[in-house]
Nanobody
Framework: QVQLVESGGGLGQAGGSLRLSCAAS????????MGWFRQAPGKEREIVAA????????YYTRSVKDRFTISRDNAKNTVYLQMNSLKPEDTAVYYC????????????????WGQGTQVTVSS
């Protein structure tokens, strides 16, 4: 049973920072890519960032590139999303997810999901 638990969401100000964490209860954590997704009200869920199992490769959607950083600590079975220069349009529920493979940016390859954490950015 794979369990993913997000934390670190909340209220942030435009221009400020928040850090999300996702703790995974899974063996061989380093064998799988991890991703952060978000879903804003009335919008489809989108991938925000992904990181390969070994942490070497990373992907960012264009709207967060140079503002967000994904990282992972395989010794702690945890993946992080550092969000800087926040914008109101970053407001969404953020989900972490585990891929079926060591690297993927294809949302359909992410089959294990956390419960989500709300991020609200005020202007």
């Amino acid at each position: 049973q794979v369990q993913l638990v997000e934390s670190g969401g909340g209220l942030g100000q435009a221009g400020g920072s928040l850090r999300l964490s996702c703790a995974a209860s899974v063996r061989t954590f380093s064998s799988y890519a991890m991703g952060w997704f978000r879903q804003a009200p009335g919008k489809e869920r989108e991938i925000v960032a992904a990181i390969s199992g070994g942490g070497i490769m990373a992907y960012y959607t264009r709207s967060v590139k140079d503002r967000f950083t994904i990282s992972r600590d395989n010794a702690k079975n945890t993946v992080y999303l550092q969000m800087n220069s926040l914008k109101p349009e970053d407001t969404a529920v953020y989900y972490c997810a585990r891929s079926l493979t060591t690297w993927s940016t294809d949302a359909s390859r992410y089959t294990y999901w956390g419960q989500g954490t709300q991020v609200t950015v005020s202007s």
